[in-house]
């Protein structure tokens, strides 16, 4: 089952609705997955900044601890906003230890590095989430979602999606990979790439962002994933840029693309972008199997 949403948002003039369009296109796919939900949003960004987005377990952490590891740099300044179980911290160090920052803080889990990536997720009803981290209210340029049904691994806030394993990266997943467990051992071994979940979607997530980190593009990358992942699946890949969708050869997973002049819209069943303004006018497709979909910011 799961449930995926996106929106990329070709118009600058809609860019403070972003949130108000797609917090009802994420929970109009609750019944395809109530048990987590989870939302990376593209917004704002500094050149020579760092946006950290991180999650914690207890209610009363001191998010403002964090700061110390953050402005360890000489020089560097840092600063924290709370969004729920959630917190943002954006720094100019450039020398900042994730690794390192789990460590010092146990518990924290980071769940996106980037310039303009946020990703906030949550156990919970999609419903529940989208007001605790405040959804509707959030602008940017584009999102991915997604809802959860488990099915391979346990209920947990890591390993609900979007799965971020690169800078302004993520990558969301309906289905399942049958050659995961092949995979991750071949990205230990040759890349040391190590992972936080047993989750499938991780293992896709770190074979796509590692070929972009070596340099490969997102289309080709994404054309690799259908020779060599194995299963059924549809990916939705959010980068800084824009935001791409991808179904296996098969295409047994349900998906729906939207395009207007103004927005880009992905559901995997179309009531999710029913609400969505001017819907009616759109050209609305299938995905064929094994394309890649693609769009991204004029320059």
């Known amino acids: 089952m799961c449930g995926i949403v996106g929106l990329f948002l070709k118009s600058p003039c809609m860019r403070e609705a972003l ?8 929970i109009e796919m609750t019944d395809r997955g109530p048990d987590s939900a989870g939302v990376a949003v593209y917004r704002g960004g500094e050149r020579g900044r760092t946006k ?22 000489r020089g560097a300044t840092a600063n924290v906003e709370i969004n729920g179980s959630h917190a943002v911290v954006t720094t100019n160090s450039v020398s900042i230890d994730i690794g390192k920052l789990e460590a010092d803080f146990p518990g924290l889990q980071v769940m996106s590095v980037g310039q303009s990536i946020e ?26 979602g997604h809802t959860r049904m488990a099915t391979e691994s346990a209920v947990t806030t890591a390993g609900s999606h979007p799965f971020s394993t690169g800078p302004d990266f993520c990558l969301v997943h309906n289905g399942s990979l049958s050659n995961h467990n092949r995979l991750r051992d071949l990205l230990r071994r040759r890349a040391g790439i190590e992972f936080k979940t ?28 259908v020779k060599e992942l194995d299963g059924f ?11 791409a969708v991808l179904r296996d050869p098969f295409a047994c997973k349900p998906a729906v693309l939207a395009e207007t002049s103004g927005f880009v819209a992905f559901a ?12 009616n006018e759109a050209e609305v497709w299938e995905p064929e199997p094994a394309v890649v979909y693609n769009w991204e910011k004029a320059a």
């Open 19 to 26: 949130g108000g369009m797609f917090a009802p296109m994420l």
């Open 52 to 73: 950290i987005t991180a999650f914690h377990p207890r209610s009363d952490f001191d998010w403002d601890s964090l700061l110390g590891d953050a402005e360890s740099d």
């Open 119 to 144: 990703i906030y997720k949550e156990t919970g009803l999609p419903t529940e989430i989208a007001e605790a981290f405040k959804v509707s209210e959030m602008n940017g340029t584009h999102a991915v």
């Open 198 to 225: 047993e989750n499938d979607t991780e293992v896709a997530a770190a074979f796509v962002s590692h070929r972009l980190a070596a340099g490969q593009s997102l289309k080709a990358t994404l054309e690799d994933c």
């Open 233 to 243: 699946y549809t990916f939705v890949v959010g980068t800084k840029n824009g935001f």
């Open 268 to 279: 995997s069943e179309y009531r999710a972008l029913a609400s969505l303004p001017g819907i």
